[in-house]
């Protein structure tokens, strides 16, 4: 699962040996900091995902809620444009809004099929 919030941009995944344990993954550190402490980031140099975290996922379901409950924006986008820790990426997620968008409208007039 990928989530764009106006804490960063994150991979969350199963870890491959334990069930109940998610890897949530980011390219960029500060996007696991503004989430988690510094104390629990992982750092793989060479990995896709260069920083991660394990977690329960209990314990990631909660941090969600949480910050699906403390959503106060009507606009993604603006709120990036406004944030002092998470603007650099607003270019990039103009971009991925016009790739969905696009996408969007081939199926709508029959450009592509799923």
Known sequence: MWI???NGFISI????????????RARVR??????F?????????????????LVSKNEFAELMFNQV??????NFK???????SQKDKLDIYHQIW???FNYAKRLRYGKSQL
Do not use: C
């Open 98 to 100: 016009s790739i969905m």
């Open 30 to 35: 500060k996007d696991l900091l503004s989430i």
């Open 69 to 74: 409950m403390g959503i106060d924006y009507p």
């Open 37 to 53: 402490s510094e104390l629990r980031i992982i750092e793989i140099p060479n990995a896709d995902y260069r920083f991660r975290v």
């Open 78 to 84: 603006n709120r990036i444009a406004t944030s002092d």
């Open 13 to 24: 995944v199963q870890h491959w040996d334990k069930p109940d344990t998610l890897l949530v």
């Open 4 to 6: 764009a919030s106006t």
